[in-house]
């Protein structure tokens, strides 16, 4: 089977990647093993929120105090301040409305009732231009009976001591109660599913109306609209008071959502999606990488001109660690990181910890090594490249969306010099 | 480093031990959201297997029972568990209930088929009388909105040995045809359509020696032990045709397919190493051939159709409706559209049990709203039950991809092609 470029995860980048280049007319396959880390997201892409400890104003100035070997240094500045521009409206044109800029980051309330600077962010949610100061003086938080992925209590901690006076308030409905049977399912998305069809939104909008009289904003758990993109807008237009949502533990129904959304955008483009399949190894020549091999397709080889690794780090096992070592699963490509087990961590759990900063190593245009020589046509994106503690940084999406761009780009632009050189 | 040094270690057969709890797959689970008694892929799966492990006591079999072995929560794992394989696993570990009369009957498809194929007038016109319907309702649970495949008068064996086997030597390549029950029984007109294409592309057709049921229906009905022995038997008669005769084995249905592939070792112990990767859906056998430009097909011209592609779990599963879709989308004035990859809820057996009418009907719904609004002359599939469940659910008429290629394909001038070489 041959294609243009063949891209290896179907996360974040991966889909970023396939919808840019199929965009520009590329015939992409997306291989998947597996759903992606989206499905944890919290509701906002995260460029640059922390440098040294120290919470970062203009994501775009503070690139400069970046080591150097860290992505978004290697893009350049100036790139990523273009690309930056452009990752929300790539994500406007697959039906996903974000704010915020990348000059300067704005705020979120967390599920512990903190503030988080960030990037971008879902408009279920709600962003605020400062820290210090809530604009509220009373909120009613609401939960539904019986759901424990929700912590108002931390919420609660929290917003008091912004100054916000806060009463918790549960629903009870019906609709749960078969659910409820079974405790660990009342989970998030069993819940969203509810509320996609019939009359539950109705009922629970009613129901909530009645709690919230005295408050300015109700706030209530991000559990709405999973399969069904219109939910979050009927249930704020139900409900008479402004509505703030807050992440549940996940999986994350906005981060669903977003990945079924990305998926679709892909499709309806032409591109071709294996999800639940896994690339198992390539062949290459010389240089140059000639076709990958997977389970489910065996001795059908998937052919490109270009391929992108978009793996994903330790979590989707784009990276893995082994009794002797860091290794990269796939082609054996050189790994920026220690391979004595004990310089993996720092015993203190809360500190920068060397792991997470281990990924691929790749050359000048993102190209992973073999021995210390580039693959011509392999590009690497997203968290499976080496450089950057996106924990700690506040720098997971920015640097998926960013880099996948990128390396897009490389990709275009190779096309064209080869178009040139024929 | 050079790659998995380590992956030997400490993984079960269904690596359940591989989950993270993150709850992804119950997402997809089509049984969760309709049906709140089932607990989900996660609590069914690696969390119940856990507790299993502890005190066999912890099986539920009727909560069990719920899951359609659809496998899509396996597609969506990011941790490659194979959660299906698992539950499928403690059903046949840990299950004390024998299987109902019914359950028995509607498992032996092969049985029942070569009986009904006999008085087939009769059980045609039987089966789809409302008060038979009522009673088979009543006295055996199979739900009375099902209305029973019809048989067909002549079985494809006796139609192959009358009128095709005979020219099937005259090819230097032959495969062996695995027809399934389906074909055998209800509709021999696919595997006429099989030959067909096979041989207007150059390779003879054979049968394999006593092909029996894959055996799908005894696993979900809990008839393991038989399950095994026709696995053992088939496995044996395709080592025949791959191992000794060199002829690589297709079929028509993606379920018989998947399940000789992936059911015999995973959940029925049976080794099918020397035959697994020769053994495939005959799209793909085509598309192989295509692909690496060994073969050409060549088309009607004044064909023309408008088609829907609806992906059937298994398919989904194998990762192969790419094969079929390729195909499809060969033929000049076809024009493909793919409908969502959903499960139509039928599950084989399952939805034919009066206890699981509801629950198929809702898994299906979303499709055939789908399928209804979608302005198409047909939907193409690759299984059979798909087949069934949605025309008894819409108005759609279903085709079997193999049978719409039959039908564009220009035979002498494929014929024309390999022939000159
Ligand atoms: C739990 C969690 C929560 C996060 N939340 C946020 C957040 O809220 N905001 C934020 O800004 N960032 C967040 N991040 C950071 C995160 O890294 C990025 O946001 C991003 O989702 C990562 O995308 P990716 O495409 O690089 O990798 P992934 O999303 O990990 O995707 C990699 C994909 O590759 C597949 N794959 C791996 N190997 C193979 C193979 N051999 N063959 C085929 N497929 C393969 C995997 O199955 C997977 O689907 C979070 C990260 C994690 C782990
Ligand atoms: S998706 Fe896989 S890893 Fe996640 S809970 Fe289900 S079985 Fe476990
Ligand atoms: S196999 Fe299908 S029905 Fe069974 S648990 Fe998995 S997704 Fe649900």
Redesign the interface.
């Known amino acids: 089977?041959?294609f243009d470029t063949v891209i290896i995860g179907g996360g974040l980048s991966g889909l970023t990647c396939g919808i840019r280049l199929m965009e520009q007319g590329r015939k992409c396959a997306i291989v998947s093993?597996?759903?992606?880390a989206i499905?944890?997201f919290s509701g906002s892409f995260d460029l640059l929120s922390r440098v040294n400890g120290q919470e970062v104003t203009n994501p775009l100035e503070s690139i400069h105090s970046l080591p150097s070997e860290h992505p978004y240094q290697r893009v350049g500045q100036a790139n990523i301040a273009r690309l930056a521009e452009e990752a929300p409206q790539l994500l406007d044109r697959a039906g996903m409305v974000f704010a915020g800029t990348a000059k300067r980051n704005h705020f979120v309330l967390t599920p512990m009732g903190t503030m988080k600077p960030t990037w971008l962010t879902l408009d279920d949610f709600t962003s605020f231009a400062k820290n210090d100061k809530l604009p509220l003086s009373r909120a009613t938080i609401v939960n539904l009976q019986g759901f424990l992925d929700f912590h108002t209590l931390f919420i609660k901690d929290g917003l008091t001591r912004y100054g916000v006076e806060v009463q918790v308030r549960n629903v009870a409905m019906a609709q749960f109660e078969?659910?409820r049977?079974?405790p660990?399912?009342m989970?998030s998305?069993?819940i969203a599913?509810v509320f996609d069809q019939g009359d539950a939104l109705d009922q629970f909008a009613e129901k909530v109306n009645k709690l919230g009289k005295e408050s300015d904003v109700i706030i209530l758990p991000a559990v709405f609209g999973?399969f069904n993109t219109t939910v979050p807008a009927a249930l704020k237009a139900r409900i008479n008071k402004p509505v703030v949502l807050l992440p549940a533990v996940?999986?994350s129904t906005p981060g669903?959502r977003c990945q079924i959304q990305l998926r679709q955008r892909f499709?309806e483009l032409g591109g071709?999606h294996?999800?639940?399949?896994?690339v198992r190894e390539g062949k290459f020549k010389g240089n140059r990488l000639r076709y990958v091999n997977?389970n489910?397709?065996?001795?059908?080889q998937l052919e490109a001109d270009h391929f992108i690794l978009a793996s994903g780090s330790f979590?989707?096992k784009g990276i893995?660690a082994?009794?002797?070592?860091?290794?990269?699963?796939?082609f054996?490509l050189d790994?920026d990181g220690e391979?004595e087990r004990e310089k993996w961590f720092d015993k203190q759990v809360f500190n920068n910890q060397p792991y997470m900063h281990y990924g691929v190593r790749t050359d000048a245009r993102f190209r992973p090594m073999i021995n210390g020589q580039p693959v011509e046509n392999l590009y690497a994106a997203g968290s499976v490249l080496a450089g950057s503690n996106p924990l700690k940084e506040g720098s997971g999406a920015g640097i998926c969306l960013l880099t996948s761009l990128h390396v897009a780009e490389q990709i275009l632009q190779d096309q064209d010099d080869e178009e040139r050189y024929i | 480093m050079k790659k998995d040094t380590f992956e030997p270690y400490n993984i079960s057969d269904n690596d359940f031990e591989q989950c993270v709890k993150c709850t992804i797959c119950t997402v997809y689970c089509p049984v969760v959201l309709v049906n709140p008694d089932y607990p989900g892929p996660k609590q069914a799966g690696p969390d119940g297997e856990r507790l299993r492990l502890k005190n066999p006591d912890y099986f539920d079999e009727e909560a069990l029972k719920l899951c359609l072995n659809c496998k899509r929560c396996e597609v969506a794992c990011p941790s490659g568990v194979k959660i299906g394989d698992v539950i499928q696993a403690a059903r046949i570990k840990y299950g004390t209930k024998r299987p109902t009369l019914r359950d028995a009957i509607m498992a032996n498809t092969d049985l029942v088929g070569t009986m009904a194929s006999a008085f087939a007038p009769i059980v045609n016109t039987t089966v789809a009388l409302k008060p038979v319907r009522q009673i088979m309702d009543k006295v055996l649970k199979i739900d009375h909105h099902r209305i029973f495949p019809k048989y067909s008068g002549e079985k494809f064996e006796t139609w192959y040995r009358k009128h095709a086997a005979a020219k099937q030597d005259g090819f230097k390549k032959c495969v062996s045809y695995f027809h399934g029950c389906y074909v055998n029984y209800n509709f021999p007109q696919l595997g006429k359509d099989l030959i067909k294409i096979m041989n207007a592309a150059g390779y003879g057709v054979k049968l394999l020696e006593k092909e029996k049921c894959c055996g799908v229906a005894l696993i979900s009905n809990g008839l393991v032990k038989q399950a095994a022995r026709q696995a053992r038997h088939n496995v044996r008669a395709l080592q025949k045709s791959i191992v000794e005769n060199g002829h690589p084995v297709v079929s028509t249905s993606s379920t018989c397919t998947f399940t000789i592939r992936d059911e015999y070792p995973h959940l029925l112990g049976v080794n099918n190493e020397d035959v697994r990767e020769q053994t495939e859906l005959a799209t793909r056998f085509l598309f192989r051939l295509i692909d690496g430009e060994k073969l050409q097909l060549v088309f009607k011209k004044n064909y023309s159709a408008r088609v829907a592609y609806h992906t059937p779990c298994h398919m989904e599963k194998l990762g192969w409706s790419i094969y079929s879709t390729s195909l499809l989308q060969m033929i000049p004035g076809l024009e493909l559209m793919q409908l969502d990859s959903q499960c139509c809820g039928i599950a084989g057996t399952y939805g034919f049990k009066k206890e699981n009418y509801e629950t198929a009907q809702g898994v299906g719904q979303p499709l055939f709203t789908q399928i209804e609004e979608a302005d198409v002359d047909c939907i193409a599939t690759d299984c059979e039950t798909c087949k069934w469940q949605i025309e008894m659910s819409t108005t759609a008429k279903v085709k079997n991809p193999v049978a719409i290629l039959a039908d564009a394909l220009d035979i002498e001038a494929t014929q024309a092609l390999w022939q000159q070489q």
Do not use: C, W
């Not at chain 1, 489910?296 to 059908?300: A, F, P, S, V």
């Open positions: 089977m041959k093993s597996g759903q992606s499905h944890f078969a659910i049977r079974n660990s399912e989970r998305s069993n599913k999973l996940p999986p669903i499709q071709t294996f999800l639940g399949d896994m997977t489910n397709h065996g001795d059908i979590y989707s893995k082994g009794p002797y070592g860091l290794f990269e699963p796939i054996g790994v391979n």
